[in-house]
Every structure is written in structure tokens, then in C-alpha cells.
């Protein structure tokens, strides 16, 4: 059945070779053995706090895992880089930290939404969303991610208006 399953994904993948279906051989974050999410390179670049002599050019991989102390990792070459080699403090791994930032590139802590009312959540919001409109985000350069904050905003306000 498994090999079955395969060979229907190698046809998918040539039929549309931009298929951003996830891929079965993605690296695991070697801490966790969890599966990551893909990250630039340029990301790292921007928000390790090592020398750049360390990144090297290969693939790099997000690790979400909140327990993980690894945040970068690397597909091959056994690179990792950890929370305190990080200079933002890295939401998905201390999001019940108050002074966590949610979103990057417009500054809403943890705390300003969690411990918002529900109107203010939703300007946070509003706000997040004419940023992302206007252009002014910079989520490859700012969020340890590498992608928009958006779904994490929305899930944070969603937990805490429950
Ligand atoms: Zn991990």
C-alpha cells in the first residue's frame, strides 16, 4: 500500500513539478525527530546572532516544536542553531512568555493580544492586515519563522477569547 502511495506522488510531482505538496523525506529536526518547516537561508542569515561564517550554504529547516530547544536546523551537515543563538526570542517555543513577540514586524507582544479586549484583538488584527496590504512586512527578515504571523495572531486570539 505504502509503495503504492509513493509511486502516486512521484507521478503528481511530474505531472506539476511547482507542487508545493509536502514532501515524504523531509529532514527531521535531529533534537525532536520531528519534521520542520522549510526556511530560507536568508532568513538564518538575518536572525542568528553567530557568526555568518557558521551558515553555510545548504537547506534549512524550522523546528515549531515548543519543548525543542532547536530552532534552525540543517538538512545535511549536522548544523543546528538553538534559541540562544537566536536574537528574537522565538514564539513557538515560549508563547506563554507575555513579552514573546506574536508579530515581528509590527511589534504586537503575546501579551497585547492575549490580554487585550476582544476590540483590540481585532484592531491588532486589522492592523497586521493593512501592514501586510501596504507592503511593509518583512516576514523572511524578521520572523524566526520566515513566514506570516498571521495564522499564529489569529490562533492566539481565537484561545484567548475562548
Ligand atoms: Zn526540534
Not at 535531529?30 to 546572532?49: D, F, I, K, N
Not at 492586515?129 to 524566526?144: M, T, V
Request: contains cysteine; hydrophobic residues 35%; charged residues 20%.
Amino acid at each position: 500500500m505504502r509503495w503504492r502511495g509513493l509511486l502516486r506522488l512521484e507521478q503528481r510531482v511530474t505531472i506539476h513539478p511547482m507542487s508545493t505538496a509536502p514532501r515524504p523525506d523531509k529532514p527531521r529536526c535531529p533534537q525532536c525527530r520531528l519534521a520542520g518547516s522549510t526556511v530560507a537561508r536568508e532568513t538564518v542569515q538575518a536572525l542568528v546572532s553567530v557568526s555568518l561564517r557558521q551558515v553555510s550554504d545548504t537547506a534549512y529547516y524550522f523546528c515549531a516544536t515548543t519543548s525543542c530547544p532547536v530552532v534552525y536546523y540543517s538538512a545535511e551537515g549536522g548544523i543546528t542553531f538553538g534559541v540562544s543563538d537566536v536574537r528574537e526570542a522565538v514564539y513557538q517555543k515560549m508563547s506563554n512568555r507575555d513579552d514573546v513577540f506574536v508579530c515581528y514586524c509590527f511589534r504586537y507582544t503575546v501579551s497585547a493580544i492575549r490580554n487585550a479586549p476582544p476590540e483590540s484583538r481585532e484592531a491588532a488584527i486589522q492592523d497586521i492586515r493593512a501592514g501586510i496590504q501596504a507592503n511593509q512586512c518583512a516576514c523572511h527578515l524578521r520572523n524566526p519563522q520566515g513566514t506570516c504571523c498571521l495564522p499564529n495572531v489569529r490562533r492566539l486570539a481565537a484561545q484567548a477569547s475562548q
